[in-house]
């Protein structure tokens, strides 16, 4: 990367120093070509002179003619020809024409060049910065449930514990480790999200067996956090999308919903699906913490906290609804959230393209 | 938030993790401290406007308001309570921005516990320690060269009549050379008493305080009187004019 960046500085400097050649060789042709012109109207004006000379010492104007033809004779006087004076103009133009072509050709390039140079070290730099605060965030996220682990653990050495004590330090330690399991997958999976380095199928998938699936494996969660979760997705409705990536979305914003009903200590989370203008929609509403009417755009983007215990609660690893966005953009289809405002529930929106009706 | 238990020393813990939190609380009452919790940086700074503490163990990255935020708020206002900076970034760099926004300790997640337990102990101790120094009449004013200092009110009126608000670490300091008048202080020995052993990596920090204090006290900063450099060791700290 570091060679890279020194390769292009250099390209950079020397087309900048090309810059100032170019402009510098129109200066010089500029001032050879004025010196070139007044050298010739000089010439010019000593054969009028001599044209005059040789009339006054009494040579023909034939003769003058014939020895001096560039030189207007009339009433016996010489003069500068008009033809000789137009000429004189148009190589002047016939010069400058020639090397502002020439020079502003070159210079076009060499912007040009200059252009794509400073914009590549930009984007290079932009990239930069963005892996710096990706590791910071990742680092970040990792070090707060690894200090817990850590602290649980020394308390446990520490202190004489009773039972219960210590059954509590074992659970906050496995949720500790679950934690930092989901947060190496899902880096895993947003990393290769972002680099578009996966293999998404475009097949037909049953909406209700999927939310079926991933809303069995969650009941027993939500009953011990007092959530009633409900299902509601017709049987007949068949989207076109990657399976897996179906799986991934459902489970993410899932999870997503139980995190915000919990931070409120329990309340309702609804999976409802309809077919509309040739697209599948599947809601999840949930009566959680919601977020501010500003907050919708943040919402998907890596990292966002909105509320300390909600939606992105001490468990989220900030990745799950970035991950949401980008498989659906990556698949054909759309995610959008909304909520009235904080304390006010919130409700997304998938849409994936429904798949063409299958012949009986 | 819980709430306190009274007599013993009063903490308040200021972290959005709930297991951090409860762990670091656990911990801490289990060394027969009084503890108070808060998730994020608004509660904090509305808990400690209404009530007050010995130290807060202060994360940096809170929800609402980062901890370096509320600990310069804090300071503004002039609430001087010792803050311990628990955080994810432990880079030089931002060891100082912590306590340049008046912590008084820096702790990198993941730490050990014993280390966390030490270093409230010493943050708790110089408190102690400048709290006794300052309890009577006599030792909670120092008057030198004209300037009077107030160390239980952090205030100051220095020879021109100016009145200057002194930070923690200044009157510290203060505390420090007008218990040993006339004494040569070793700078090593100003950071240990003042700060505690490793929070900064060099002395070149208590050399700036001074130069501070010069600034506030001495009539002519360049040519001091009474903060006296000791080339090499330290310096020397005179109530009477050195002239």
Known sequence: ?360 | MSTAQVSAARTLVVEDDPHLAAGLAENLRAEGYAVDTAADGRLALAWLRENSCELVVLDVMLPHLDGFTLCRTLREEGNNTPVLFLTARGDPQDRVLGLEAGGDDYLAKPFHLDEFLLRVRAILRRWEWYRKASATPQSAVLRFGGNEVDFRAFRARSWNGAAQELTEKEAMILKVLAERPGEIVSREDLLERVWGYDVFPSTRTVDNFILRLRKRFERDPANPRHFLTVWGVGYRFLIEDAA
Not at chain 1, 227 to 234: G, K, N, R, S
Not at chain 1, 307 to 325: D, K, Q, W
Not at chain 1, 332 to 348: E, N, T, Y
């Open chain 1, 1 to 360: 990367m570091k060679t890279t960046k020194v390769f292009q500085m250099t390209a950079l400097l020397l087309v900048i120093v090309s810059v100032i050649q170019v402009g510098w060789w129109v200066y010089d042709q500029h001032d050879y070509s004025t010196q070139k012109l007044r050298d010739a109207r000089i010439a010019y004006a000593r054969e009028v002179a001599a044209a005059q000379a040789l009339l006054a010492a009494g040579a023909s104007a034939a003769r003058v003619h014939a020895l001096l033809p560039d030189v207007s004779i009339a009433d016996g006087g010489a003069a500068p020809a008009d033809a000789v004076d137009a000429a004189f103009v148009q190589e002047r133009h016939r010069r400058i024409n020639q090397y502002v072509w020439e020079s502003g050709f070159f210079l076009f390039a060499l912007a040009l060049c200059v252009g794509v140079i400073s914009r590549a070290l930009r984007a290079e730099t932009k990239v930069l910065q963005e892996q710096d605060n990706f590791l910071a965030l990742v680092s970040h996220q990792f070090k707060t449930p690894l200090a817990s682990l850590q602290l649980s653990l020394e308390t446990m050495a520490k202190r004489q514990l009773s039972a219960e004590q210590a059954r509590t330090l074992i659970d906050r330690m496995l949720v500790d480790l679950a934690r930092m399991e989901t947060m190496v997958s899902r880096i895993l999976d947003s990393v290769r999200l972002e680099r578009g380095r996966v293999d998404l199928k475009s097949e037909p998938v049953e909406l209700a067996a999927a939310v079926g699936r991933v809303v069995g494996q969650f009941e027993e969660r939500a009953r011990q956090e007092r959530i009633a979760l409900t299902t509601d997705v017709p049987r007949d409705l068949i989207v076109l999308a990657d399976p897996l990536a179906v799986d991934v979305v459902v489970r993410n914003l899932l999870e997503n919903a139980l995190a915000a009903v919990a931070a409120v200590s329990g309340g309702t989370v609804t999976f409802a699906a309809r077919a509309a203008n040739g697209e599948v929609e599947l809601s999840v509403r949930d009566s959680g913490v919601g977020f501010g009417a500003n907050d919708s755009a943040r919402l998907f983007k890596k990292f966002s906290r909105l509320h300390p215990g909600g939606g992105s609660s001490h468990n989220g690893t900030g990745l799950g609804l970035f991950i949401v966005r980008r498989l659906m953009q990556l698949t054909g289809g759309r995610v959008s959230a909304h909520s009235v405002g904080v304390g006010q529930g919130a409700l997304f929106v998938l849409s994936w393209p429904a798949a063409p009706r299958q012949p009986v």
